[in-house]
């Protein structure tokens, strides 16, 4: 795997992934500006939040839940001094649907957290990452 990451100015960047050739904004807020771009630690939460959710909702599809609508809400603590690393994550599995089975979406985030989730798997070695999951009747 391999991407690049190329000065637009100030501190606007934009990322390239290689493999899929997608770009992706990078930023930060500067005094008296807004931010061109995601942060590279919003990435890193957004990457493990995307990471799970890919599997959550493909093995919600191969049990054949009727799943209308799905989002990872994700928070991280960070540290008071730098460097502002994590320091806490929370994931909440948001699963609406019809007659939604909360045993097959526990089982679920539990495949993803335990087997398939590579950024997860990273992540939780570097912080602690709790997560709830909530089923919403359509």
């Known amino acids: 795997m391999d991407a690049s990451v190329t000065w637009k100015h100030d501190v606007a960047f934009t ?3 290689s493999g899929t050739n997608f770009s992706i904004p990078i930023g930060t ?4 500006g807004p931010s061109e771009g995601a942060s590279p630690l919003e990435l890193l939460l957004m990457g493990t939040a995307g990471c799970t959710a890919m599997d959550v ?3 919600l599809q191969k049990k054949r839940q009727d799943v209308t609508a799905f989002e990872i809400r994700a928070h991280a603590d960070r540290a008071d001094e730098h460097p502002r690393v994590f320091t806490h994550i929370t994931l909440e599995y948001v699963v609406t649907g019809h ?3 909360h045993e097959a979406v ?3 985030i539990d ?3 335990e087997k398939y989730c590579s950024a997860h798997a990273m992540m939780r070695q570097a912080v602690p990452i709790d997560h709830t999951f909530r089923v919403i009747e359509a």
């Open 15 to 17: 990322g390239i992934a």
């Open 29 to 32: 807020h500067v005094e008296g």
């Open 57 to 59: 909702i493909s093995i």
């Open 99 to 101: 007659g939604i089975d």
């Open 106 to 108: 526990k089982r679920a």
């Open 111 to 113: 495949l993803s957290l």
